[in-house]
């Protein structure tokens, strides 16, 4: 029973590099959702994909692009790594809902340092 | 003003002991709102929704103040289990499924 999968699960990248960080979800959720998580913060909106073929920014979308390939899968790629973008990134998915009545569902994150 | 503000605690109980937590929200369209609980270095996990009415899920209790867009969760018989960081977490309205997560509140359970 997956649920959401997230690859990799630890990634260390200098400054500059780029690199893709990939989620899958098994529950046919129309939803899927990129967050970062911080120290002392709640997790923040990176990108979110309210259906398949769609993608809107969330709340901190400068830095990253993403790409929802199919119901399935949705990828986040940092084009350009800098140091500010050390957290640890979580892939959500939920049913799609109206008024925001359905709960999300995460992988186990993927933990990024940039050198 | 955060949208999504809880006390970050550590709040340290002993076994069996009763602790609540409360959050409060800013978006007065919020429609939906739920606990998450997440575990050191783990993900957030679906703890409960919280209903207009309130309602219980064994030892936890939700609680909803629209009027003073106030939530809280009530946990009754404290296990060691329990020991996490618990996340509010609140809908932004307008129809999408959208959340906005608190920073979490920090319970520590101690025999």
């Known amino acids: 029973n997956a649920g959401v999968t997230q690859t990799p699960k630890f990634q260390v990248l200098k400054t500059g590099q780029s690199m893709t960080l990939q989620c899958a979800q098994d529950?046919?959720?129309?939803?899927m959702y990129w967050y970062r998580q911080d120290p002392g913060m709640g997790l923040r909106l990176i990108y979110y994909s309210a259906s398949e073929g769609t993608t809107d920014k969330g709340e901190v979308p400068n830095g990253y692009n993403v790409s929802r390939l199919n119901k399935r899968e949705f990828s986040l790629r940092l084009e350009s790594a800098a140091p500010s973008q050390t957290s640890v990134y979580f892939c959500?998915?939920?049913?799609?809902?109206?008024?925001?009545?359905?709960?999300?569902?995460f992988g186990d994150g993927t933990r990024l340092s940039i050198l | 003003r955060k949208e999504v503000e809880q006390d970050p605690g550590p709040f340290n109980v002993p076994e069996g002991a009763t602790v609540a937590f409360n959050c409060t929200y800013s978006n007065s369209a919020s429609q939906s709102f739920f606990w998450y609980r997440q575990d050191c270095r783990k993900e957030p996990k679906l703890l409960m929704s919280?209903?207009?009415s309130g309602n219980e899920d064994g030892r936890f209790t939700a609680q909803l103040n629209r009027a003073s867009q106030y939530i809280s969760l009530l946990i009754r018989d404290s296990k060691l289990s329990d020991s996490a960081t618990y996340l509010c977490?609140?809908?932004?309205?307008?129809?999408?499924?959208?959340?906005?997560f608190g920073a979490g509140t920090r319970l520590a359970v101690h025999p």
């Open positions: 529950m046919n959720h129309n939803s």
């Open positions: 959500a998915s939920s049913e799609a809902g109206t008024g925001g009545t359905q709960p999300q569902h």
């Open positions: 919280v209903y207009s």
């Open positions: 977490v609140v809908n932004t309205g307008g129809g999408y499924n959208k959340l906005i």
